[in-house]
Nanobody, 123 residues
Framework: QVPLVESGGGLVQAGGSLRLSCATSGRTFSSSTMGWFRQAAGKQRAFVAAISSDGITKYADSVKGRFTISRDNAKNSVYLQMNNLKPEDTAVYYC?????????????????WGQGTQVTVSS
């Protein structure tokens, strides 16, 4: 499995923005659905957003309208633009890669995971 490397987390005030990036050297990136998940303290890892190989996107209801997922196949990278952040967005955010071309949103459908990046939103 080719590793995924995330960056861009940090501490931000409520209402602020952050942009997460995830890069890989995998040759199958362009044909893979990529996703972002998050895990808050004491909670299970949860779906945030995903983008399929042909650019279809899907979001969790809690982030719809505030977060935007995008991909750059030339750079083997996927991004998560997070606007109007709320304290409840505080979590470790994970980038994940699947073997599917079509949209998938459950953790079991993703086989490669990044190390995670902490996002903390203060009130």
């Amino acid at each position: 499995q080719v590793p995924l490397v995330e960056s861009g987390g940090g501490l931000v005030q409520a209402g602020g923005s952050l942009r997460l990036s995830c890069a890989t050297s995998g040759r199958t990136f362009s044909s893979s659905t990529m996703g972002w998940f998050r895990q808050a303290a004491g909670k299970q890892r949860a779906f945030v957003a995903a983008i399929s190989s042909d650019g279809i996107t899907k979001y969790a209801d809690s982030v719809k309208g505030r977060f935007t997922i995008s991909r750059d196949n030339a750079k083997n990278s996927v991004y998560l633009q997070m606007n109007n952040l709320k304290p409840e967005d505080t979590a470790v955010y994970y980038c994940a890669g699947s073997a599917y071309r079509v949209m998938v949103i459950t953790t079991s459908q993703y086989h490669t995971w990044g190390q995670g990046t902490q996002v903390t939103v203060s009130s």
